[in-house]
T-cell receptor, first 115, second 115 residues
């Protein structure tokens, strides 16, 4: 089974500082990886995804993530944090088997932005 | 494009009653729909996967007789929580897939409170 692990349930950075949210995956096959953002009492919004090809993936709101096979990582970064970035962030992997394909989520990281 | 809606967005019911939650793909045909459950400050846990016209596949530990899923058409799936109890109070999120791979889109979620 495929899985993702998010290191740090809570990350706090100052406004304007670098955002780094960590995600490591476990997969026996080339993975499809995702980052989602969830604002309070709302559903999920896709930030970016990695399927194949370029390992540096750019997403919405200035976020990007780099797929590093050697480190089995897919960390999410943003050069300069904005107050509106405060939310819950989920790393996820697509698990495929003979019966279905489904997205498996990490435990989530809450991002707080200090003024 | 690729919009998924859920209805209702918030429901309060009494213990012992049943509640139906609808998930609709508004501008695409969803061959597969997924139902997730999210407790406060926790990640999304996949409950079941349903393909149009066939029985849902439930994840381990999810009671299929309690959480009835119907995927009657390519644009509608319903989740019925039968004989709801306070411990069923949660945020329920559906998603719909256009094809195998990266096309999975999430609804805004339904908050269920059982009193």
């Amino acid at each position: 089974a495929q899985s993702v692990t998010q290191l740090g349930s809570h990350v706090s950075v100052s406004e304007g500082a670098l955002v780094l949210l960590r995600c490591n995956y476990s997969s026996s096959v080339p993975p499809y990886l995702f980052w989602y953002v969830q604002y309070p009492n709302q559903g999920l919004q896709l930030l970016l995804k990695y399927t194949t090809g370029a390992t540096l993936v750019k997403g919405i709101n200035g976020f990007e993530a780099e797929f590093k096979k050697s480190e089995t990582s897919f960390h999410l970064t943003k050069p300069s944090a904005h107050m509106s970035d405060a939310a819950e962030y989920f790393c996820a992997v697509l698990e495929e088997n003979s019966s279905a394909s489904k997205i498996i989520f990490g435990s989530g990281t809450r991002l707080s932005i200090r003024p | 494009g690729a919009v998924v809606s859920q209805h209702p967005s918030w429901v309060i019911c009494k213990s012992g009653t049943s509640v139906k939650i609808e998930c609709r793909s508004l501008d695409f045909q969803a061959t597969t729909m997924f139902w997730y459950r999210q407790f406060p400050k926790q990640s999304l846990m996949l409950m079941a996967t349903s393909n149009e016209g066939s029985k849902a596949t439930y994840e381990q530990g999810v009671e299929k007789d309690k959480f009835l899923i119907n995927h009657a058409s390519l644009t509608l799936s319903t989740l019925t929580v039968t004989s709801a109890h306070p411990e069923d109070s949660s945020f329920y999120i559906c998603s719909a897939s256009t094809r195998t791979g990266d096309g999975q889109y999430f609804g805004p979620g339904t908050r269920l409170t059982v009193t």
